[in-house]
Protein backbone atom coordinates (compact mmCIF):
# COMPACT_ATOMS: atom_id res chain seq x y z
CA UNK A 1 0.00 0.00 0.00
CA UNK A 2 1.40 3.04 -0.79
CA UNK A 3 0.15 7.39 -1.67
CA UNK A 4 1.09 9.97 -3.85
CA UNK A 5 1.59 13.27 -1.34
CA UNK A 6 1.61 16.75 -2.19
CA UNK A 7 3.61 19.03 0.46
CA UNK A 8 6.08 22.08 -0.54
CA UNK A 9 5.34 22.13 -3.72
CA UNK A 10 6.55 18.55 -4.50
CA UNK A 11 5.21 15.13 -4.46
CA UNK A 12 6.90 12.10 -2.55
CA UNK A 13 5.84 8.37 -2.81
CA UNK A 14 4.98 7.21 1.19
CA UNK A 15 4.78 4.13 1.48
CA UNK A 16 3.44 2.54 5.39
CA UNK A 17 7.31 2.50 7.64
CA UNK A 18 9.46 4.28 5.73
CA UNK A 19 11.21 7.77 6.40
CA UNK A 20 11.09 10.25 3.52
CA UNK A 21 12.46 13.37 3.00
CA UNK A 22 10.64 16.10 2.32
CA UNK A 23 10.44 19.94 2.99
CA UNK A 24 11.24 21.39 5.97
CA UNK A 25 8.19 21.63 7.91
CA UNK A 26 7.56 23.95 11.04
CA UNK A 27 6.82 20.50 13.62
CA UNK A 28 9.27 20.03 16.07
CA UNK A 29 11.16 16.27 15.77
CA UNK A 30 8.69 13.85 17.72
CA UNK A 31 5.57 15.78 16.57
CA UNK A 32 2.55 13.73 14.42
CA UNK A 33 2.13 15.38 11.18
CA UNK A 34 -0.33 14.83 8.96
CA UNK A 35 -0.26 15.32 5.13
CA UNK A 36 -4.12 15.81 3.83
CA UNK A 37 -3.01 16.49 0.04
CA UNK A 38 -3.23 12.37 -1.14
CA UNK A 39 -2.84 12.85 -4.80
CA UNK A 40 -3.07 8.81 -5.58
CA UNK A 41 -3.73 6.20 -3.09
CA UNK A 42 -2.76 2.43 -3.86
CA UNK A 43 -4.16 -0.75 -2.27
CA UNK A 44 -5.45 -3.67 -2.11
CA UNK A 45 -8.86 -3.22 -4.05
CA UNK A 46 -6.77 -0.82 -6.28
CA UNK A 47 -6.01 2.51 -7.16
CA UNK A 48 -7.78 5.78 -6.44
CA UNK A 49 -6.85 9.27 -8.18
CA UNK A 50 -7.78 12.15 -6.61
CA UNK A 51 -9.20 14.99 -9.00
CA UNK A 52 -6.77 16.53 -7.52
CA UNK A 53 -6.93 15.29 -4.21
CA UNK A 54 -8.26 12.27 -2.65
CA UNK A 55 -11.55 13.40 -0.05
CA UNK A 56 -11.06 11.68 3.32
CA UNK A 57 -7.11 10.17 2.39
CA UNK A 58 -4.77 11.36 5.03
CA UNK A 59 -0.90 9.96 5.29
CA UNK A 60 0.13 9.73 9.11
CA UNK A 61 3.83 10.39 10.48
CA UNK A 62 6.27 11.38 12.89
CA UNK A 63 8.82 14.01 12.51
CA UNK A 64 12.39 12.63 12.94
CA UNK A 65 14.89 14.96 12.39
CA UNK A 66 15.65 18.45 10.62
CA UNK A 67 18.89 18.86 8.89
CA UNK A 68 20.53 20.56 5.93
CA UNK A 69 21.25 18.57 2.67
CA UNK A 70 24.01 18.12 0.36
CA UNK A 71 25.58 21.40 -0.84
CA UNK A 72 24.74 22.66 -4.29
CA UNK A 73 27.57 24.64 -6.09
CA UNK A 74 26.25 27.48 -8.02
CA UNK A 75 28.31 29.82 -11.29
CA UNK A 76 27.12 32.65 -12.37
CA UNK A 77 29.11 34.99 -14.81
CA UNK A 78 28.59 37.54 -17.35
CA UNK A 79 30.10 37.16 -20.68
CA UNK A 80 32.59 39.89 -22.13
CA UNK A 81 32.95 41.92 -18.72
CA UNK A 82 35.00 39.60 -16.77
CA UNK A 83 32.60 39.09 -14.02
CA UNK A 84 31.73 35.81 -12.51
CA UNK A 85 30.53 34.33 -9.00
CA UNK A 86 30.78 31.05 -7.33
CA UNK A 87 27.65 30.48 -4.99
CA UNK A 88 26.56 27.47 -2.58
CA UNK A 89 23.57 26.51 -1.20
CA UNK A 90 22.06 24.05 1.31
CA UNK A 91 18.56 23.20 1.34
CA UNK A 92 16.51 22.62 4.98
CA UNK A 93 14.85 18.85 5.23
CA UNK A 94 12.48 17.25 7.60
CA UNK A 95 12.49 13.41 7.57
CA UNK A 96 9.31 11.96 8.39
CA UNK A 97 8.57 8.32 9.26
CA UNK A 98 5.45 7.02 7.51
CA UNK A 99 3.10 5.24 10.24
CA UNK A 100 -0.35 5.17 8.61
CA UNK A 101 -1.78 6.12 5.59
CA UNK A 102 -6.08 6.32 5.89
CA UNK A 103 -7.93 6.02 3.25
CA UNK A 104 -12.24 6.00 3.99
CA UNK A 105 -14.05 4.58 0.85
CA UNK A 106 -16.87 6.88 -0.13
CA UNK A 107 -20.54 5.84 -0.29
CA UNK A 108 -22.17 5.34 -3.22
CA UNK A 109 -23.87 8.01 -4.73
CA UNK A 110 -26.73 5.64 -5.60
CA UNK A 111 -27.14 4.47 -2.10
CA UNK A 112 -26.82 7.73 -0.39
CA UNK A 113 -29.82 9.15 -2.57
CA UNK A 114 -31.87 6.53 -2.39
CA UNK A 115 -31.65 6.95 1.03
CA UNK A 116 -32.32 10.78 1.26
CA UNK A 117 -35.66 9.97 -1.61
CA UNK A 118 -37.34 7.20 1.30
CA UNK A 119 -36.72 10.14 4.39
CA UNK A 120 -38.57 12.58 1.92
CA UNK A 121 -41.36 10.28 1.45
CA UNK A 122 -41.91 9.09 4.75
Sequence with gaps: MYAI????????????NEI??????????????VLSDVL???????QVIG???IDGATVVGTVKRHGLGEKIIGYTFKPKKSWSKRYGHRQHFTQV?????????????????EETVEVAAE
Design 40 to 46: LFSGDDG
Design 20 to 33: IQIEKLDVPVGEEV
Design 97 to 113: LIEKINYKKPRARKAAA
Design 5 to 16: VKTGGKQYTAKE
Design 51 to 53: APF
